[in-house]
C-alpha cells in the first residue's frame, strides 16, 4: 500500500465545508483511495473511495488530483457530528487482498 | 449500528492470562477482519478469514490466533498476555463485491482489554 500523508489535525466552523487533504505521491495505477473516519473510539466508518474520476456519494464528495499524487475529501456543510479521525488509505484491493492499512489521520474538529 | 457485533464489550485480565474475543459479522458478509487499535501503534491489521479460511496476515504475534467457524462467527485468541496488549480489539466483515474497488468494511463496536 502507498504511504499517505494527511495533517494531524484542523478545524472548521461547522455548516461550512471542510476539506481534508491527502497525499499519496507514490500510489500506484491500480491503487483506490479511500476515506475512513472515526468517531471518538467507535468503529471506523467508510466514507467513500476513488480511483482517479472525482466521486460524490450522500456524506461526502473526493476530489483526486489528475496525476493521483493528491487527493481531497470534502464534507460540503459540516455538523458537530462530523468530528471525527479521518483516514485517507492508499491501497489496490484485490480478492484476498482487502486489509485497510490506517495512517495516523487528520483530527477534525467542528466548531461551534 | 453496522450490524456486527463483538463481544465483551469489556474485559480486564491479568498478565499471562488467555482470552477470547468474539465477533458475529453483518448478515451474508463472508469476510471478518481482525485490527488492534493501541495508544501507541494506532490502527493495526492483525488477521482476515473468509469463508471459514485464513486469507490475510498482519501484525499479528504468535501468541494471538484467530478462526471463523461454519456459521461465519469468528474468534480471536489472545494468550500469555502481557501488558501491551491492552488496546481496542476491532472485528470488521465485508462482502466480496463486484464493483471495481469496492473495500467497504463494517467495523463492531471493539472490545476494550485491559492487561493489569
Known amino acids: 500500500d502507498a504511504k499517505t500523508t494527511q495533517p494531524p489535525s484542523m478545524d472548521c466552523a461547522e455548516g461550512r465545508a471542510a476539506n481534508l487533504p491527502c497525499n499519496h505521491s507514490?500510489?500506484?495505477?491500480?491503487?483506490?483511495v479511500y476515506w475512513y473516519r472515526q468517531i471518538h473510539s467507535q468503529g471506523p466508518q467508510y466514507i467513500i473511495h476513488g480511483l482517479k474520476n472525482n466521486e460524490t456519494n450522500e456524506m461526502a464528495s473526493l476530489i483526486i488530483t489528475e496525476d493521483r499524487k493528491s487527493s481531497t475529501l470534502i464534507l460540503p456543510h459540516a455538523t458537530l457530528r462530523d468530528t471525527a479521525v479521518y483516514y485517507c488509505i492508499a491501497s489496490g484491493k484485490n480478492f484476498g487482498n482487502e486489509k485497510l492499512t490506517f495512517g495516523t489521520g487528520t483530527r477534525l474538529t467542528i466548531i461551534p | 449500528d453496522s450490524g456486527v457485533t463483538q463481544t465483551p464489550k469489556h474485559l480486564i485480565t491479568a498478565t499471562g492470562q488467555r482470552v477470547t474475543l468474539r465477533c458475529s459479522p453483518r448478515?451474508?458478509?463472508?469476510?471478518v477482519y481482525w485490527y488492534q487499535q493501541s495508544l501507541d501503534q494506532g490502527l493495526q491489521f492483525l488477521i482476515q478469514?473468509?469463508?471459514?479460511?485464513?486469507?490475510a496476515k498482519g501484525n499479528i504475534l504468535e501468541r494471538f490466533s484467530a478462526q471463523q467457524f461454519p456459521d461465519l462467527h469468528s474468534e480471536l485468541n489472545l494468550s500469555s498476555l502481557e501488558l501491551g496488549d491492552s488496546a481496542l480489539y476491532f472485528c470488521a466483515s465485508s462482502v466480496r463485491a463486484l464493483a471495481p474497488g469496492y473495500n467497504e468494511q463494517f467495523f463492531g463496536p471493539g472490545t476494550r482489554l485491559t492487561v493489569l
Open positions: 507514490t500510489i500506484s495505477g491500480n491503487e483506490y
Open positions: 478469514y473468509y469463508n471459514g479460511e485464513e486469507r
Open positions: 448478515s451474508g458478509d463472508l469476510s
